[in-house]
Each structure stands twice: as C-alpha cells, then as structure tokens.
C-alpha cells in the first residue's frame, strides 16, 4: 500500500553539494521544500576520531552499499555489460551530503571555451576538426553568464586559493588565501617555472583558515592530517554540504529531510511531474510524495536512471543518434589521470602529511589555451602535482621491474615510501555517440528494477590527449630532478573501474532540445517542473575536477526554479542549431 | 606451580589420555596443528595471561590446515628479513582471518546476484588487472595492488578457503608435498602460478585469488593495528609511518623529512 503524504513546493532527490544548494536557497526563499537521501543521517561527530585507512580508502566505508544497487558496465555495443560487483571496483557517495563529504576539495573553474566549445573550435579550427561521432556542443550559457554562480559556490565554500595566471576573468578573489606549500609543491612549481609554464597553488575546499560564510556557517581550519580524500573531516575543516547548505536549509521549518529515502520514481501525468515515490529503506513502506517542482540531484548515475524508469524524456539511441536522455556519457576514467613517476634516492619527503586538494597546477596545457592545429585532439586539462598525504597501505610504490611482492618488493617499498611523486594530467574526456547509459536487459536492483548500463569506450581523441600529457609530465618530472622516471602507458581500453567518482552526463544541457534534455536553468525540455542537477548536466568532461561547476549549476537552477514558481512555464525558448 | 609447569603438565596429560601418542598420529595435521599452535612453548616465551594476545585465535578458519597455508603464502610475499619482521610475525594470517569472518568476506555490500556467467568474457575481464594507483583520480591514495575483478558467485571467504586448498593441491602435483613443507623458492613457483592464472579454478581465475592475497597481505601488514595485523605498529615503524595524527599544520611546509613515534588509532581515539 503506498501511503500519499500533504504535497509540497519542491521534492528535491539527493543531499550532496547540488541537493543541498538547493534545499538552502530554497528554504531560505520561504519555499515548503522535502529533502530525501537514500542513504543514513549523518553529522560531523560520525567522521570524527575514526582516521583508518582501512576501513575508509580501502573498504569504502562511505560508498553506496552494492548489495541492493549498482551498475553494469561494457565497452561496446554489441556486447553483454557484466554488473561491476565490488566496491573495489565502483564507488558512489552515499548518506547525508552525499560525495562531497568525502571528496578532495580540488577546485576549478571550467574556461569560457568548454561553455562554447563547438562554436570556438569551429571558429579556430574549421568544422573538419571536429571527427564524426564526436558529440560536442555548446552548453547554452556562456562562462560570463554563468561567472557569478561560480562565485557564489566559491563564497558558500570559503575555498582557498590563488588566481590562476592563464585563467579566465573572475569578479572576486578567492574568499581565503591559498594552503600552505610543502617542499614537492616548491619543486613542481619551480621545475615547470624553469620550464616557463605557469603554476600556481591549486584551489582547495580543505581551507586555509577559518572561514564564516555568508549563510552564517563556520569552516574550520585544514591541519594537513591527510585523511581527506575517502574520509568526511575530522575537524569541519573540509567544505562539504554538511557544514555548509545543509545545516542553512535545517535552519528553516519549511524544510524537511528525510533519510533512508530511496527514490523509485518520478511521477507523471499529462506532461507534467506530480511528484516522487520513494520507499523508506528501514520498514520498506512506499510514499508518494506529491510536488510542485521535482529536483532530481542525486548522482549521475540516479538521475539518468530514474528518468528512464519513469519514462520521462526520450531515450538515446545509439543507432539513430536520436533521443536524449543517457545521450553524452563521460567522465574521469583509467586514462584521465596518467602522467609520469619520480622515484627520489637522495630525498625523503614528508609524505604521510597532506590536505586532500593540496597541490601545484598549471593551465599552460588545459583548454584551448594551446594551438591545436597541428594535434589530433581537442581541449585539454590540467598538469597536477597533489599531496593528499598518503596511509601506509598508499605508499607502497615501488619503480617498475620490481617484483609486485616477495623479498625485492619489500626492500623496495620501504625504501621508496616517502621517496615517490607523481604527477598527472588531468584530461578532457569528449563524448561520442557510442559512449552512452541505458537500462540493463538482465540486472536488477533489491526491488526488480533495472540497473543503469554504461556502454564506453576510448577514441583516438583519447590516445592522442593522454599521450600528449604524458609526455608533458615526463618533461616535468624530470626537470623535478627525479632519480627514476616513469611515464604511465595508456591502456588499451576502459578497464570497468569506476572508482573516481566523476562520471557525468546524459542529462545534458544545452541550446537545442534535439541534442539536449535540459535548458541552462537545468528544467527538462520535454517537462517543465522536473529539474536535472549535478554533473549529469555536463555536455561533455572538461579538463579539470568538476565539483565547483556542479555548485555553480545549483544556484543557477534554485534561481530557475524559483522563476519557475513565480511565473510558470519554460524558463528558455529552444533554438534550432545543426 | 608456576605457569609454565602447568601448561607442560596439561601438555603430557592432554597427549596420554588422547592417546594421540600412542596411535601415531603426531606428524599428521590436526595434532600437528594443535601443537604447533597452542602447546608448543619456548623457553622464555611463557606469558601471563594479560599479556597474551587473546584476539590471536582463528574465528574463521576453522582447519588449522587452511589457516597455515595461509600464513605460509603471505610470509613469501612479505617475508622476514633484514628490514623487519614478515607477515606472520606482523599477525597478518589473523588479520585475514577477522576480516573474512566479517562483512568484507561475506561480501555484505557487494553486488551477488545472478547470473554469473562463466564464459570467456568473464574469464578475460579478471585479466583487466591494472594497477589500483592509475585507476582514478583518487585512487594515488590507495593500495597499488591489482583490483580485483569480481564474477564468481563465491564470497571472499569461500574464494579463500577454495583458493588455499588449490594451493596445496598444486603443491602436491608439483612437488609431491604440502605447502607448508616446501622449500620458499618452490612455494614461490607455487604462488606465481596462481598469479599467472595458470591454475584451474571453478568459477574464478586464480589470479583473482592471488590478487587478493596480495591486496590483504598489504593490508595486514599495514593497516592500523585494531585489526590484527601490524602488530606492535611494526609495520609503520619499518617505513617511518606516524599513524593517524591530530595535525601537521606546523609541519607540511618543513624542507626535511620528519620522523615520527607512530601512534595508533587506539592512541588517536584516547582509548583506556
């Protein structure tokens, strides 16, 4: 029996950064809003005292329980996908505030060119640099419209930082002053000065210095203790929806979450949503929660999913190129973060310290801020050297020929513990009409619905980028002035390993409701009260991390749906653009 | 009486009302085992009872047989030498027999429904075992171990309990011998089979047997000692690994390298 609960303004899905913004904005407008988590209630003391590699990093103790929920994975077309089992092998996010308790805090902004990305290259290179297949389009909004919402992420967050000296205009400073160097910092960022590229500190969400956001909530100081990236914050030092948006939206009785809330649904009827259903995890009672305007902010993964199992929006077919929801799949892969490996005889480094985004950059490479003309790809990404601060089960890398285990291997390993940096390219990852989500034909989750099927593989445009970045790095490494380097091979295809966190996709905004799902204020094209948020808005995966856009792109859809609210109907007229 | 004369004293009498003695049976494995494990004492190692270490019993493996092929195979990939002790000293055959009496070997939040296919696809996709450290982009900070690559219908303790007794029977075809009674380099050749995936298994490719032996011999001799291994911190102290710490705020821009006394998590939480 499904019980049906008083309607509100707004039922948002998910409670990570884009669920969260929302919940705040809209509960600070006055708006009756219902938050639902699938996962449990969490607060800051659950990530307090417990810094344990293995049961964080190496058992994913924040990572969506797999036994009732996962995804099947292939490469091609023609094949059967096979469920990717183990949390070894995916993990997403779960319970209150989602991924962003347990990110990394590396904060960039995308460039004016990833907004307008077909138009630019067209304009630079000709139509004929762009390949057959290749899905790239421009995002409906160009990076000066969208600058403020940047800026309102940066401000909720307190991010610490320092102007990137390539980057695109910014309308203020970082709100708190960049993280502390350590010595492979000092050496990346002087090796690639000698090489007369331009570093600079990289961005953090793990802040500089206590920081009081314009919402009145207080982020604590980062103490470099290393058990970031995995691990919610010891001290609430990491921005992440939990002592952020979510605490805001508390502030207000017009908001309510719910947890152990496990969506199904999107309800529909006559062109219009109506609301969600959604079981309560803990007693399996099933709810109808009737709405105004439903949110859907759950990972990239749920939102593609819960459209298709709702039938709402047309489908992408891969044969036709037609259809538009699953459409321009992508993501960070087993290729996006390759580069080279410095082994040290002669210096140890304080290794086991770090913050999850401390790290050198440089944009000397990422974008279009390079000439293409003569490169058999488009876009690019960043060069970075982090220092997450590794656990002892980390640092165990040892230079290639060593034996992976046995007396060499331990000889090696303890030698070289605090001995290897690395350095990576972060690159751009465009979307191809065969790399695309549908609905598995065999698998099913605990309650008989199917479970999203991936279907990705690499292009020439992928070996061309990850080979061009390798090569910088190796450049890099070796000015660092490493005993041994090792560069990264570019794998033979995608491995199935989705263990970054960062896929995105298939609900994609843009200008055109043929090759679009959503408008820049992120309604559906097809119907106007279901919002699509997170970076499954993303037309394609520029060169960097994508946490900031996500933030940004939930301001500028809370701004939509409280136009929408006020005034009704489609925010955005579609144009016809191919 | 003193500790010591009471345990030989239970030592002579549990042998000569068994009749254990008499039957000839010592050599074997059961009385074997026992002996090796519970009444053999050295001169000197006598401890009081608060002293020991009562969480050093087997929970999960209940063939003392299994638990030693265990322990020989993890000591050939992190054995005892110069640098420090190996993975038996370390407790790690304990640590892998927490963890698979656990929620990570019944496989509790991993994906076991059906069907698992057993054709050439599934076969390959075990194959597929890159490097966990150039996998994502948060993944420098994890075990650079193979993944795993998981179609079988067994859960981890099955596949251990399967995958060690395969590794006595290759033993035996090789060598003629037991596991355990091989010289290193011939349990070596023994363990590379496995991690070339020349050994038959059912319904699993041996090298996802061996790459995760490997992955949690790593981690036994890593992880924080709540969990069985690493004992003593040993294992932090081999490679100058301070353990969980409260800040490096004063620390992270230091030129040198800083070494530190570990502190465990037991430390960190102010346990008494």
């Known amino acids: 029996m499904v019980t049906t609960l008083d309607k509100v303004d707004v039922v948002i899905v998910g409670t990570g950064w884009a669920g969260g913004i929302i919940s705040a904005e809209l509960a600070k407008a006055g708006r009756k809003v219902v938050a639902l988590e699938r996962g449990e209630m969490k607060n800051t003391s659950d990530y307090t005292g417990v810094k ?96 403020k919402y940047y800026d309102r992420f940066e401000k909720t967050a307190g991010l610490s930082g320092e102007p990137d000296p390539l980057g695109a205009k910014r309308s203020s400073d970082y709100p708190t002053p960049p993280l502390k160097e350590s010595e492979p910092i000092r050496l990346f960022k002087d090796a690639t000065k000698n090489l007369g590229y331009h570093p600079y500190q990289m961005a953090a969400a793990n802040l500089s210095e206590k920081y009081e956001n314009p919402d009145g909530q207080v982020i604590n100081q980062c103490q470099y203790c290393a ?24 502030e207000h009785d017009n908001f309510e979450l719910r947890t152990e809330s496990y969506v199904r649904r999107v309800l529909y009827k006559n062109g219009k949503a109506t609301g969600v259903q959604y079981v309560d995890t803990r007693t399996g009672q099933a709810y109808e929660q009737p709405a105004d305007v439903v949110v859907l902010a759950a990972f990239t993964f749920s939102n593609n999913r819960l459209l298709m199992m709702s039938e709402i929006g047309e489908p992408y077919n891969p044969q036709t190129r037609a259809g538009v929801i699953g459409r ?13 490996r410095g082994f040290f005889d002669k210096k140890k480094f304080n290794l086991y310290m770090g913050a999850g985004a401390l790290g050198g950059t440089m944009s000397d490479f990422a974008s279009d801020n390079f000439d293409h003309s003569d490169l058999g790809f488009i876009n690019g990404g960043a060069i970075e050297l982090r220092q997450y601060g590794d656990g002892a089960i980390a640092s165990n890398r040892v230079p290639k020929g060593t034996p992976r285990w046995g007396k060499e291997f331990k000889k090696n390993s303890i030698h070289y513990a605090n001995r290897v940096l690395n350095i990576w390219y972060t690159s751009a990852i465009m979307p191809w009409w065969h790399n695309y989500l549908d609905l598995d034909p065999t698998y099913t989750d605990t309650f008989n619905d199917p479970l999203l099927r991936i279907t990705f593989k690499y292009t020439d445009q992928d070996r061309n980028i990850a080979k061009f970045g390798i090569e910088k790095c190796q450049e890099i490494m070796e000015e660092m002035g490493a005993d041994i380097v090792e560069t990264d091979d570019m794998p033979e295809e995608f491995d199935h390993i989705y263990q970054g966190g960062h896929y995105a996709g298939g609900v994609i905004m843009g200008n055109d409701a043929g090759t679009s799902a959503l408008n820049n204020y992120l309604p559906m094209w097809d119907v106007d009260n279901v919002f699509v948020v997170g970076a499954s808005a993303l037309p394609h995966f520029p060169g960097h991390h994508p946490t900031p856009t996500v933030g940004a792109l939930a301001y500028r859809a809370a701004e939509g749906i409280e136009k929408y609210l006020e005034n009704g109907g489609q925010l955005v007229k579609s144009e016809q653009i191919n | 009486m003193t500790e010591k004369e009471d345990q030989s004293v239970s030592r002579r009498h549990f042998l000569k009302n068994t009749g254990l003695v008499a039957g000839g049976v010592v050599g074997g494995s059961l009385l074997g085992g026992l002996l090796t494990n519970q009444f053999q004492t050295k001169e000197g190692d006598v401890k009081t009872a608060t002293q020991q270490n009562l969480q050093e019993a087997r929970m999960f493996f209940s063939r003392s047989e299994d638990f030693s092929i265990l322990a020989a195979a993890t000591e050939r990939i992190f054995p005892k030498d110069d640098h420090g002790p190996g993975a038996i000293e370390l407790g790690v055959p304990y640590f892998f027999d927490k963890q698979l009496a656990g ?3 019944t496989n509790a939040k991993e994906y076991m429904q059906d069907p698992f296919f057993q054709n050439q696809e599934t076969i390959d996709y075990q194959y597929k075992d890159v490097d966990q450290d150039q996998a994502g982009p948060n993944t420098s900070t994890k075990a650079p171990t193979p993944t795993p690559r998981y179609q ?24 003629g011998q037991a596991f355990v009674d091989l010289a290193s380099e011939e349990q070596d050749e023994v363990l590379e089979m496995f991690e070339d995936g020349e050994v038959d298994m059912v319904g699993i490719a041996s090298v996802t047997f061996f790459n995760f032996l490997l992955q949690m011999t790593i981690e036994g001799v890593y992880a924080d000692p709540v969990y069985g291994g690493n004992k003593h911190m040993m ?34 939480q102010g346990g008494s």
Not at chain 1, 121 to 128: A, H, I, M, P, S
Not at chain 1, 231 to 240: E, H, P
Request: aromatic letters at 16%; glycine letters at 8%.
């Open chain 1, 52 to 147: 344990d590699e293995l049961r964080f990093t190496n058992r994913f103790e924040m990572m969506q329980n797999l036994s009732f929920e996962t995804i099947t994975s292939r490469n091609n077309l023609d094949e059967v996908a096979l469920p990717v089992r183990t949390r070894d092998e995916m993990m997403a996010g779960t319970d209150l505030g989602g991924g962003s308790v347990h990110w990394a805090g590396s904060s960039y902004r995308y460039w004016p060119y990833d907004f307008e990305i077909y138009s630019q290259t067209v304009d630079r290179y000709g139509k004929e640099k762009i390949p057959d297949g290749m899905m790239i389009q421009d995002w409906g909004i160009t990076y000066d419209d969208f600058e």
């Open chain 1, 227 to 250: 058990f970031c990236t995995y691990y919610g914050c010891d001290f609430g030092a990491k921005s992440d929806a939990l002592v952020t948006v979510i605490p805001t939206a508390l």
């Open chain 1, 328 to 340: 321009n799949f992508h993501g960070q892969f087993n290729m996006s973060f390759l580069g080279a």
């Open chain 2, 103 to 105: 929620s990570w070997g």
């Open chain 2, 152 to 175: 079988t219908r067994l859960n981890r303790g099955e596949l251990f309990l399967y995958g060690l007794r395969r590794i006595d029977e290759v033993s035996q075809d090789k060598f």
């Open chain 2, 235 to 268: 294992g932090w102290k081999m490679k100058e690994y301070p353990g969980p710490r409260m800040a490096y705020i004063n620390e992270i821009d230091a030129d040198e390298f800083i070494v530190m006394e570990p502190k465990s998590l037991r430390d960190y």
